[in-house]
């Protein structure tokens, strides 16, 4: 394909760039397969590369296949072929980044000891401790070294009382990491490499936007455009019924294709019959809401799926759950707020609200009184951050609501990355299909791609 | 041997059919790389910006047929690809039953050719439109796999059959699903946005040719501020700007007026809840101001541009 050897050379010099491009489009998200890199250096040597933007054109066209991966290309690309100078600045000021870093974590293995000895924490829990004020910071070292020369019955402590003193300090750590950050997390820097960092720092700019914000923290003014984008998303819902033929007994069109072939034997008169019919693919959705306090800052956001669900799908049944379930049967009404409607319904069952959640009770009750909502139609949605008591219990009963309907989709308003700290989900996760889903972006994920 | 077309004579052709198009938007670009590097092109963006219009200018430039596929839910293979004719094959069997084998029924001259298999058989290259993929299931779209890799088909009773000529695919998405990964791979990708109020002032000045151009460019401003400004559940295509344009021209008026915007909304808006939520957020009379400030805008970003 190439003529001489230094055209050989210059593509493959090309061709090195095409895939170290490739790779940090990668790191930030976006799928690439070999073939598609191979279509770009295609691309590129038909159109050449004397021009930037035809450049960035071909390898947009050929390498992302998905709008909303657009912005990250874009930022990606901007920063991969900067000049070099303007390259040398960002890893030096990632390296900066990285050695201060380093640098206060590894003061926190100074000052974090038990009797001399390391603590057994976390890096991020390392970090949130090099974040926090002077002053708080003097009080958790002060705590460290009274235990560390503290007597019990006259005794002097000993190594044995490290994991409780370690106990005391992750709970201390805990409660300052969501002081100060709340869920997001506190991490390094990343990489040292510049390229990336600077690529990182553009896209969480970028996190204005309403689509990728947590829905706790829009505001009363933005409600009206996300109710919106709620709605278009709940009608994709309302339009899932196949038609796709099936074969069938009897009833439907008569399947000519099968029909024929079998009757080929008969001599071509038509004696045993085979029908399709149309598969009734309408679901039927159960929604399971979580309204316990530590969903209290999402109820909006459920209040507003709920609502817009409503208003496209027929016959869906609504159930709030905290320490017991409570069924909302009442119509929705525009402009009600959902805990009036929840604290309607729970007037009228004669109970009260509760502050805890208990998924275990709300499917046992659903399993005892409303077993009929239940079938291979069915789709359970539950709206929850799986922070429940008698988890396991919840389990079992979600592994047998899973056997009666078709889906159980779980919408976590916990992100992913704190799942892990969260005692039951990893309980849960065999018998549903568990998303994250804070953001607008989330929810249209989701939408995408089951429906 | 035929000349090999480039980027720029493309473009000259696009234009000769008066096809607009902006170095911005690259159409013409993502276009070219799909024709020349024969990879199907997976055009997606909000109904009414012009996904289909490509197709068909595509068949224009490379003098090609085009073959469309309507997608919608349900589409099967029997619809898309080919189906049996089963009246021919009927007779077929009263006529011959003593000698009759399987093979005599299904050849060629028992089949009925569909659009993706019609492309597939045309002995000349053709253009086809696979319109609005994402209305299809995911087996659908499975199912389109072997045609968009490898231009071939399988039919169980006769075996593969390849492509006589490459077809130029064209597949369009209103982004109501997720395409899968496998058939996004197989494509060149295309987004296209609705357009800006330049290009949009020269789509109307060449579809109506009479409109003035200071009613072309009021038209086009005040739509570009409904798009940006208001999240309508369907905001106003190209071809309702069109619309609106030619009626404000039948009317005999050369600029917007408050009173005109309101009477002939309609042609723009087509839901209640749409024009509920103009009259709440905007009003006539706030569009044409808000397309004002952006003429002044324009004329500010024009001046420093002279300095």
Known sequence: MHMDTNSDRKVSELDKHLVEFAQLLRTVGIKISPSEIFDAAEGLSLIGLVDRDRVESVLQATMVKDVKHISAFRETFRAYFATLEQKEAWNKAAAQKADQWNEQIESTY?????????????????????????????????????????????????????????????????????????????????????????????????????????????????????????????????????????????????DM????????????????????????????????????????????????????????????????FGEMLVPLNQKFKKGQTFETMVKEALSMSGKEWGGGTNLANALEALHRHNSDVFSKQTLLLIVSDAQTLEGEKAAELL????????????????????????????????????????????????????? | ???????????????????????????????????????????????????????????????APLIRLQCYE?????????????QRQLLKIQLGREHLQEADLFSADYLLPRPLLQALLSEKRCVLLIDEIDKTDSEFEAFLFELLGEFQVTIPEMGTIKAKERPMVVLTSNGERELSDGLKRRCIFLHIEPPSVNKEVRILRAKVPDLPERLALEVARAVNVLRERLSFNKTPSVSETMDWAKALLVMGKTGLDPAWVEATLTLLLK?????????????????????????QGERNAHGHQQR
Not at chain 1, 127 to 155: H, I, W
Not at chain 1, 412 to 422: A, D, K, V
Not at chain 2, 74 to 86: F, V
Request: include cysteine; proline fraction near 3%; glycine fraction near 6%.
């Open chain 1, 110 to 254: 100074q000052d974090l000891r038990f009797q001399d000895n390391e603590l057994d924490i976390t890096e991020e829990q390392r970090a949130v401790y090099a974040s926090m004020p002077e002053d708080d910071k003097q009080r958790l070292r002060d705590f460290l070294e009274k235990s560390s020369n503290g007597t019990r019955g006259g005794m002097p402590l000993d190594h044995s009382y490290q994991p409780m003193v370690e106990r005391v300090l992750r709970g201390s750590l805990e409660y300052w990491r969501r002081k100060l950050n709340e869920d997001e997390p506190i991490l390094s820097p990343g990489s040292t490499n510049g390229i990336l960092s600077e690529v990182e720092r553009a896209l969480r700019d970028r996190e204005v936007e309403v689509i990728s914000r947590d829905l706790k923290k829009i505001s009363p003014e933005e409600w009206p455009e996300v109710v919106r984008l709620i709605r278009r998303l709940s009608q994709r819902l309302a339009n899932q019924v196949t038609r796709r033929y099936r074969a069938a007994r009897r009833r439907g069109g008569l």
């Open chain 2, 271 to 295: 839901s209640q809840d749409d024009v509920e939520l103009f009259y709440q957020e905007m009003g006539a009379e706030g569009l044409l101001f808000e397309s004002g400030k952006m003429a």
């Open chain 2, 74 to 86: 349900g589409l099967d293979e029997t619809k898309a690809l080919y189906e049996w004719n089963y």
């Open chain 1, 257 to 320: 294709r099968l029909t024929l072939r079998k009757n080929l034997r008969y001599g071509g008169v038509l004696i045993d019959r085979s029908y399709r019919s149309r598969r009734k693919g309408r679901l039927k959705i159960v929604l399971l809401c979580d309204i316990s306090g530590s969903m209290l800052k999402y109820s909006e956001f459920i209040w507003q799926f709920v609502y817009g669900l409503s208003t496209v799908v027929n016959g869906i049944k609504t159930f709030a």
């Open chain 1, 399 to 451: 592994s047998w609501a899973n056997r009666q309907v078709r889906k159980v989709l779980w919408l976590n308003t916990l992100p992913e990355r704190r799942w892990s700290e969260t005692p039951f989900v990893k309980a849960f996760l065999p018998f549903c299909q568990m998303y994250e889903c804070y953001t607008l972006g989330h929810l249209t994920q989701i939408l995408n791609k089951q429906f």
């Open chain 2, 1 to 63: 041997m035929t000349e090999r077309r480039t980027l720029d004579l493309f473009e000259k052709e696009l234009d000769a059919i008066g096809y607009i198009t902006e170095r911005d938007d690259r159409i013409a670009l993502t276009a070219f790389l799909a024709t020349e590097l024969g990879k199907p092109l997976l055009i997606s963006g909000p109904a009414g910006v012009g996904k289909t219009e490509i197709a068909k200018v595509l068949s224009q430039v490379l003098e």
